[in-house]
């Protein structure tokens, strides 16, 4: 990332479809001058055509929508319409399925809507970083969600376990190469075996399946 794009505001784009939600977020946002509010919208298909045009850094996205498309469905959509961002995902409460929906389709991480004014600031700057924050009560769905899906004990290498460790500490790869003193092509490799490993489909799963197994 360029000096210039460090510098920049982080662009979000808010999908929620009431709108005093999103009131409260455009207030909480307008508080930080490093974030900057770029779109609203209140159902998916908006969300697809404002992520579009305005390419955002990251996108709040509500898990459930009217429309006929939900935050999962919407979270893949605007994906394939900007790639670059980053989706976090907000709920009211935490369904497992649908938190697990949510993630699989490309969400960074998941908050819960009475997250502070705050932490959603610092969880929209990690993500712009590419490092994904899960609410306590989010990862407890995650991990009722996946079940016996994982197994219990995967046969990880120490370094696999220093690298797990530093996922669940939320750090990026880039992160994780620093403190390991590491490329991050050798991080990527690790993370990709620790996924498999667990039977995960993505970081934040493995992540979650590390804390019910006591294993970070």
Do not use: W, Y
């Not at 670059?84 to 960074?108: H, N």
């Not at 929209?124 to 899906?149: C, F, K, M, Y």
């Amino acid at each position: 990332m360029d000096e210039s794009a460090e510098t920049a505001p982080i662009r979000v784009v808010v999908v929620d479809d009431h709108e005093l939600v999103r009131g409260g977020l455009r207030t909480i946002l307008d508080l930080h001058d490093d974030i900057e509010l770029v779109g609203q919208a209140d159902r998916g298909t908006e969300a697809i055509e404002i992520c579009g045009k305005t390419q955002p850094d990251v996108v709040l996205m509500d898990l459930v929508l009217p429309g006929g498309m939900d935050g999962a469905e919407a979270t893949r959509e605007v994906l394939r319409a900007c790639p670059e961002a980053k989706v976090l995902a907000l709920t009211s409460f935490s369904d497992p399925e649908l938190i697990q929906r949510a993630l699989r389709a490309g969400a960074l991480g998941c908050l819960l809507k009475n997250v502070s004014g705050s932490e959603l600031a610092a969880a929209i700057r990690r993500a712009r970083e590419g490092a994904g924050t899960l609410a306590p009560e989010a990862a407890g769905a995650l991990v009722q969600a996946i079940g016996s899906q994982a197994d219990a004990h995967p046969d990880l290498t120490r370094r696999e376990l220093e690298v797990l460790q530093l996922m669940v500490e939320g750090l990026t790869n880039a992160e994780i190469a620093e403190r390991l003193v590491v490329s991050i092509s050798t991080v990527k490799t690790h993370v990709s075996s620790i996924i498999a490993k667990f039977g995960a489909s993505t970081r934040t799963e493995a992540a979650a399946i590390a804390v019910r197994e006591h294993l970070a």
